[in-house]
């Protein structure tokens, strides 16, 4: 393909076919550009993008031909670039869409931390499936949800799917995934991300910790409390040498927690071991509160979860763009909080000037803490950036027909492609609504009203009165 062609570029309007079957652009605006055959689909992006003078990122590009004007086909690659010159003669009509995924994957790059929390969920409905989700955190630590998807189960073909779609989403960019031990996420994770991206949520693990040591010690409940004290410390030591303490001392109380420790792979959950910056987020607790959050969308049939979810998440975002307006500090208000509760931890220690403003507390376990929140603070520009998108309207179809061969076409045949129901079917029995907790979660104290001692209620107390 030696020849150019003359490209007319539509942006913000709509193709309408009228009942003749002739085809019309409603509004917007058109623009125009000459292109060369041998033209490639980086070149024509950066060529059309500068003319309408737009981000490449937040943009897609559709193109239609000339036997069929009312079909719009996707121009996202160097094959398609070809088909468009083939297909068309002397001229061609390319069409600029706004991306869905604009507000998240948008803001994600702009502001958020690059620490991801992964996790699936239970779905109800006729047939069993699971929810997966990839969760990020914005500039006050709020929930950033990026990508969701409704899976047959939680297994290793479903999550490197899963996960195999989310890296384009995140790009050449850089994250961390958190997860739990789940032996498909072990699996698939590294795959994808790099063994060295994957950290293992702390709490899944500390449970795991403490089913070993209720068969390894007998010496009640405060050996079980010694030992995870023990683990706390190693885990949370952000030195080596406070590691080293750490484990020496774990050693000396019971040999075989120490090892343990050792063969669960410390370099993916304690926090000095770990190869990179995970901004001390050490648990999956995100991902457990994106499950929470659609704790009642997630009962619902999928069609009506992807509409219920869609309010939601837009509810959310705006909720959070209008109180970064009302930041009053530079950091965000749980930010802040995090800050001020470790001054108050630290008034006991020397303060010393550091460089540019920023103070070192010596010889205090909180002072690499602090010193990491202060510089990492972003600031209420950043979380604006974050909210700064916008969501685009969903495309709209005529009702589709299904033929012999069940193809989804449109009635201008442009072909769908169809959603089929999974394989596997829900078991009898009433679904599952609730969470199981997990051992270390805060319970609500029970009292007695016989001898006013929490532990216990009036009908099992056995204290003597009085």
Known sequence: MEEDIFCYIHEGGEVVKSVDGSVQYKGGWTESIVVSGNITHAELVSKVCGELNIDPNLIKLEFT??????CLLPLHDETTV???FRFNDMFCHVYVFPRIEVVSIQGFALGCRPV???????????????????????????????????MSSENYEDWSWFLQNFKK????????????????????????????????????????FSTFVSKQITKGNKGKENALQFLDSIAYARLEHDYNVSMYELRKYNDVLATWVEDNSPEHWAMSKFPKQRWDKMTTNLAESFNAWLRHERH?????????????????????????????GSPGPQI??????????????????????????????????????LMNATNSQMQKLIYAGSFSSIETHDMPIVDDHGVVR??????????????????????????IEFQFQDKQTVHCSRCHMSGHNRKTCKNPLS
């Open 65 to 70: 031909v000339k036997f069929d004007p009312s």
């Open 169 to 208: 989403v995140v790009a050449e960019k850089e994250v961390v995934i958190i997860s739990d031990r789940h032996p498909a996420l072990l699996r698939s994770v590294p795959e994808v991300f790099g063994l060295e991206n994957h950290a293992y949520c702390y709490r899944h693990l500390k449970e795991n």
């Open 82 to 84: 070809v088909k468009m």
């Open 300 to 328: 619902h049939s999928i069609c009506n979860f992807l509409m219920e979810h869609m309010a939601k998440l837009g509810s959310m975002l705006v909720k959070h763009k209008e109180q970064s307006n009302n930041w009053k």
């Open 116 to 150: 991801i929390a992964i996790d699936s969920s239970h779905v109800s409905g006729p047939y069993r499936s699971a929810l997966f989700s990839a969760t990020a955190y914005d500039a006050n630590d709020s929930m950033f949800p990026l990508d969701f998807g409704v």
């Open 410 to 435: 449109s009635i201008t045949g442009q072909v769908f492609l169809s959603l089929k129901p999974p394989h596997a079917k829900r078991p009898p029995g009433r679904p599952r609504k609730k969470r």
């Open 336 to 373: 802040e909080e995090k800050v001020l509760q470790n001054i108050v931890k630290g008034e006991v220690y020397p303060v010393t000037p550091f460089m540019n403003g920023i103070f070192r507390l010596l010889f205090s376990p909180l002072a690499t803490m602090l010193l990491i929140l």
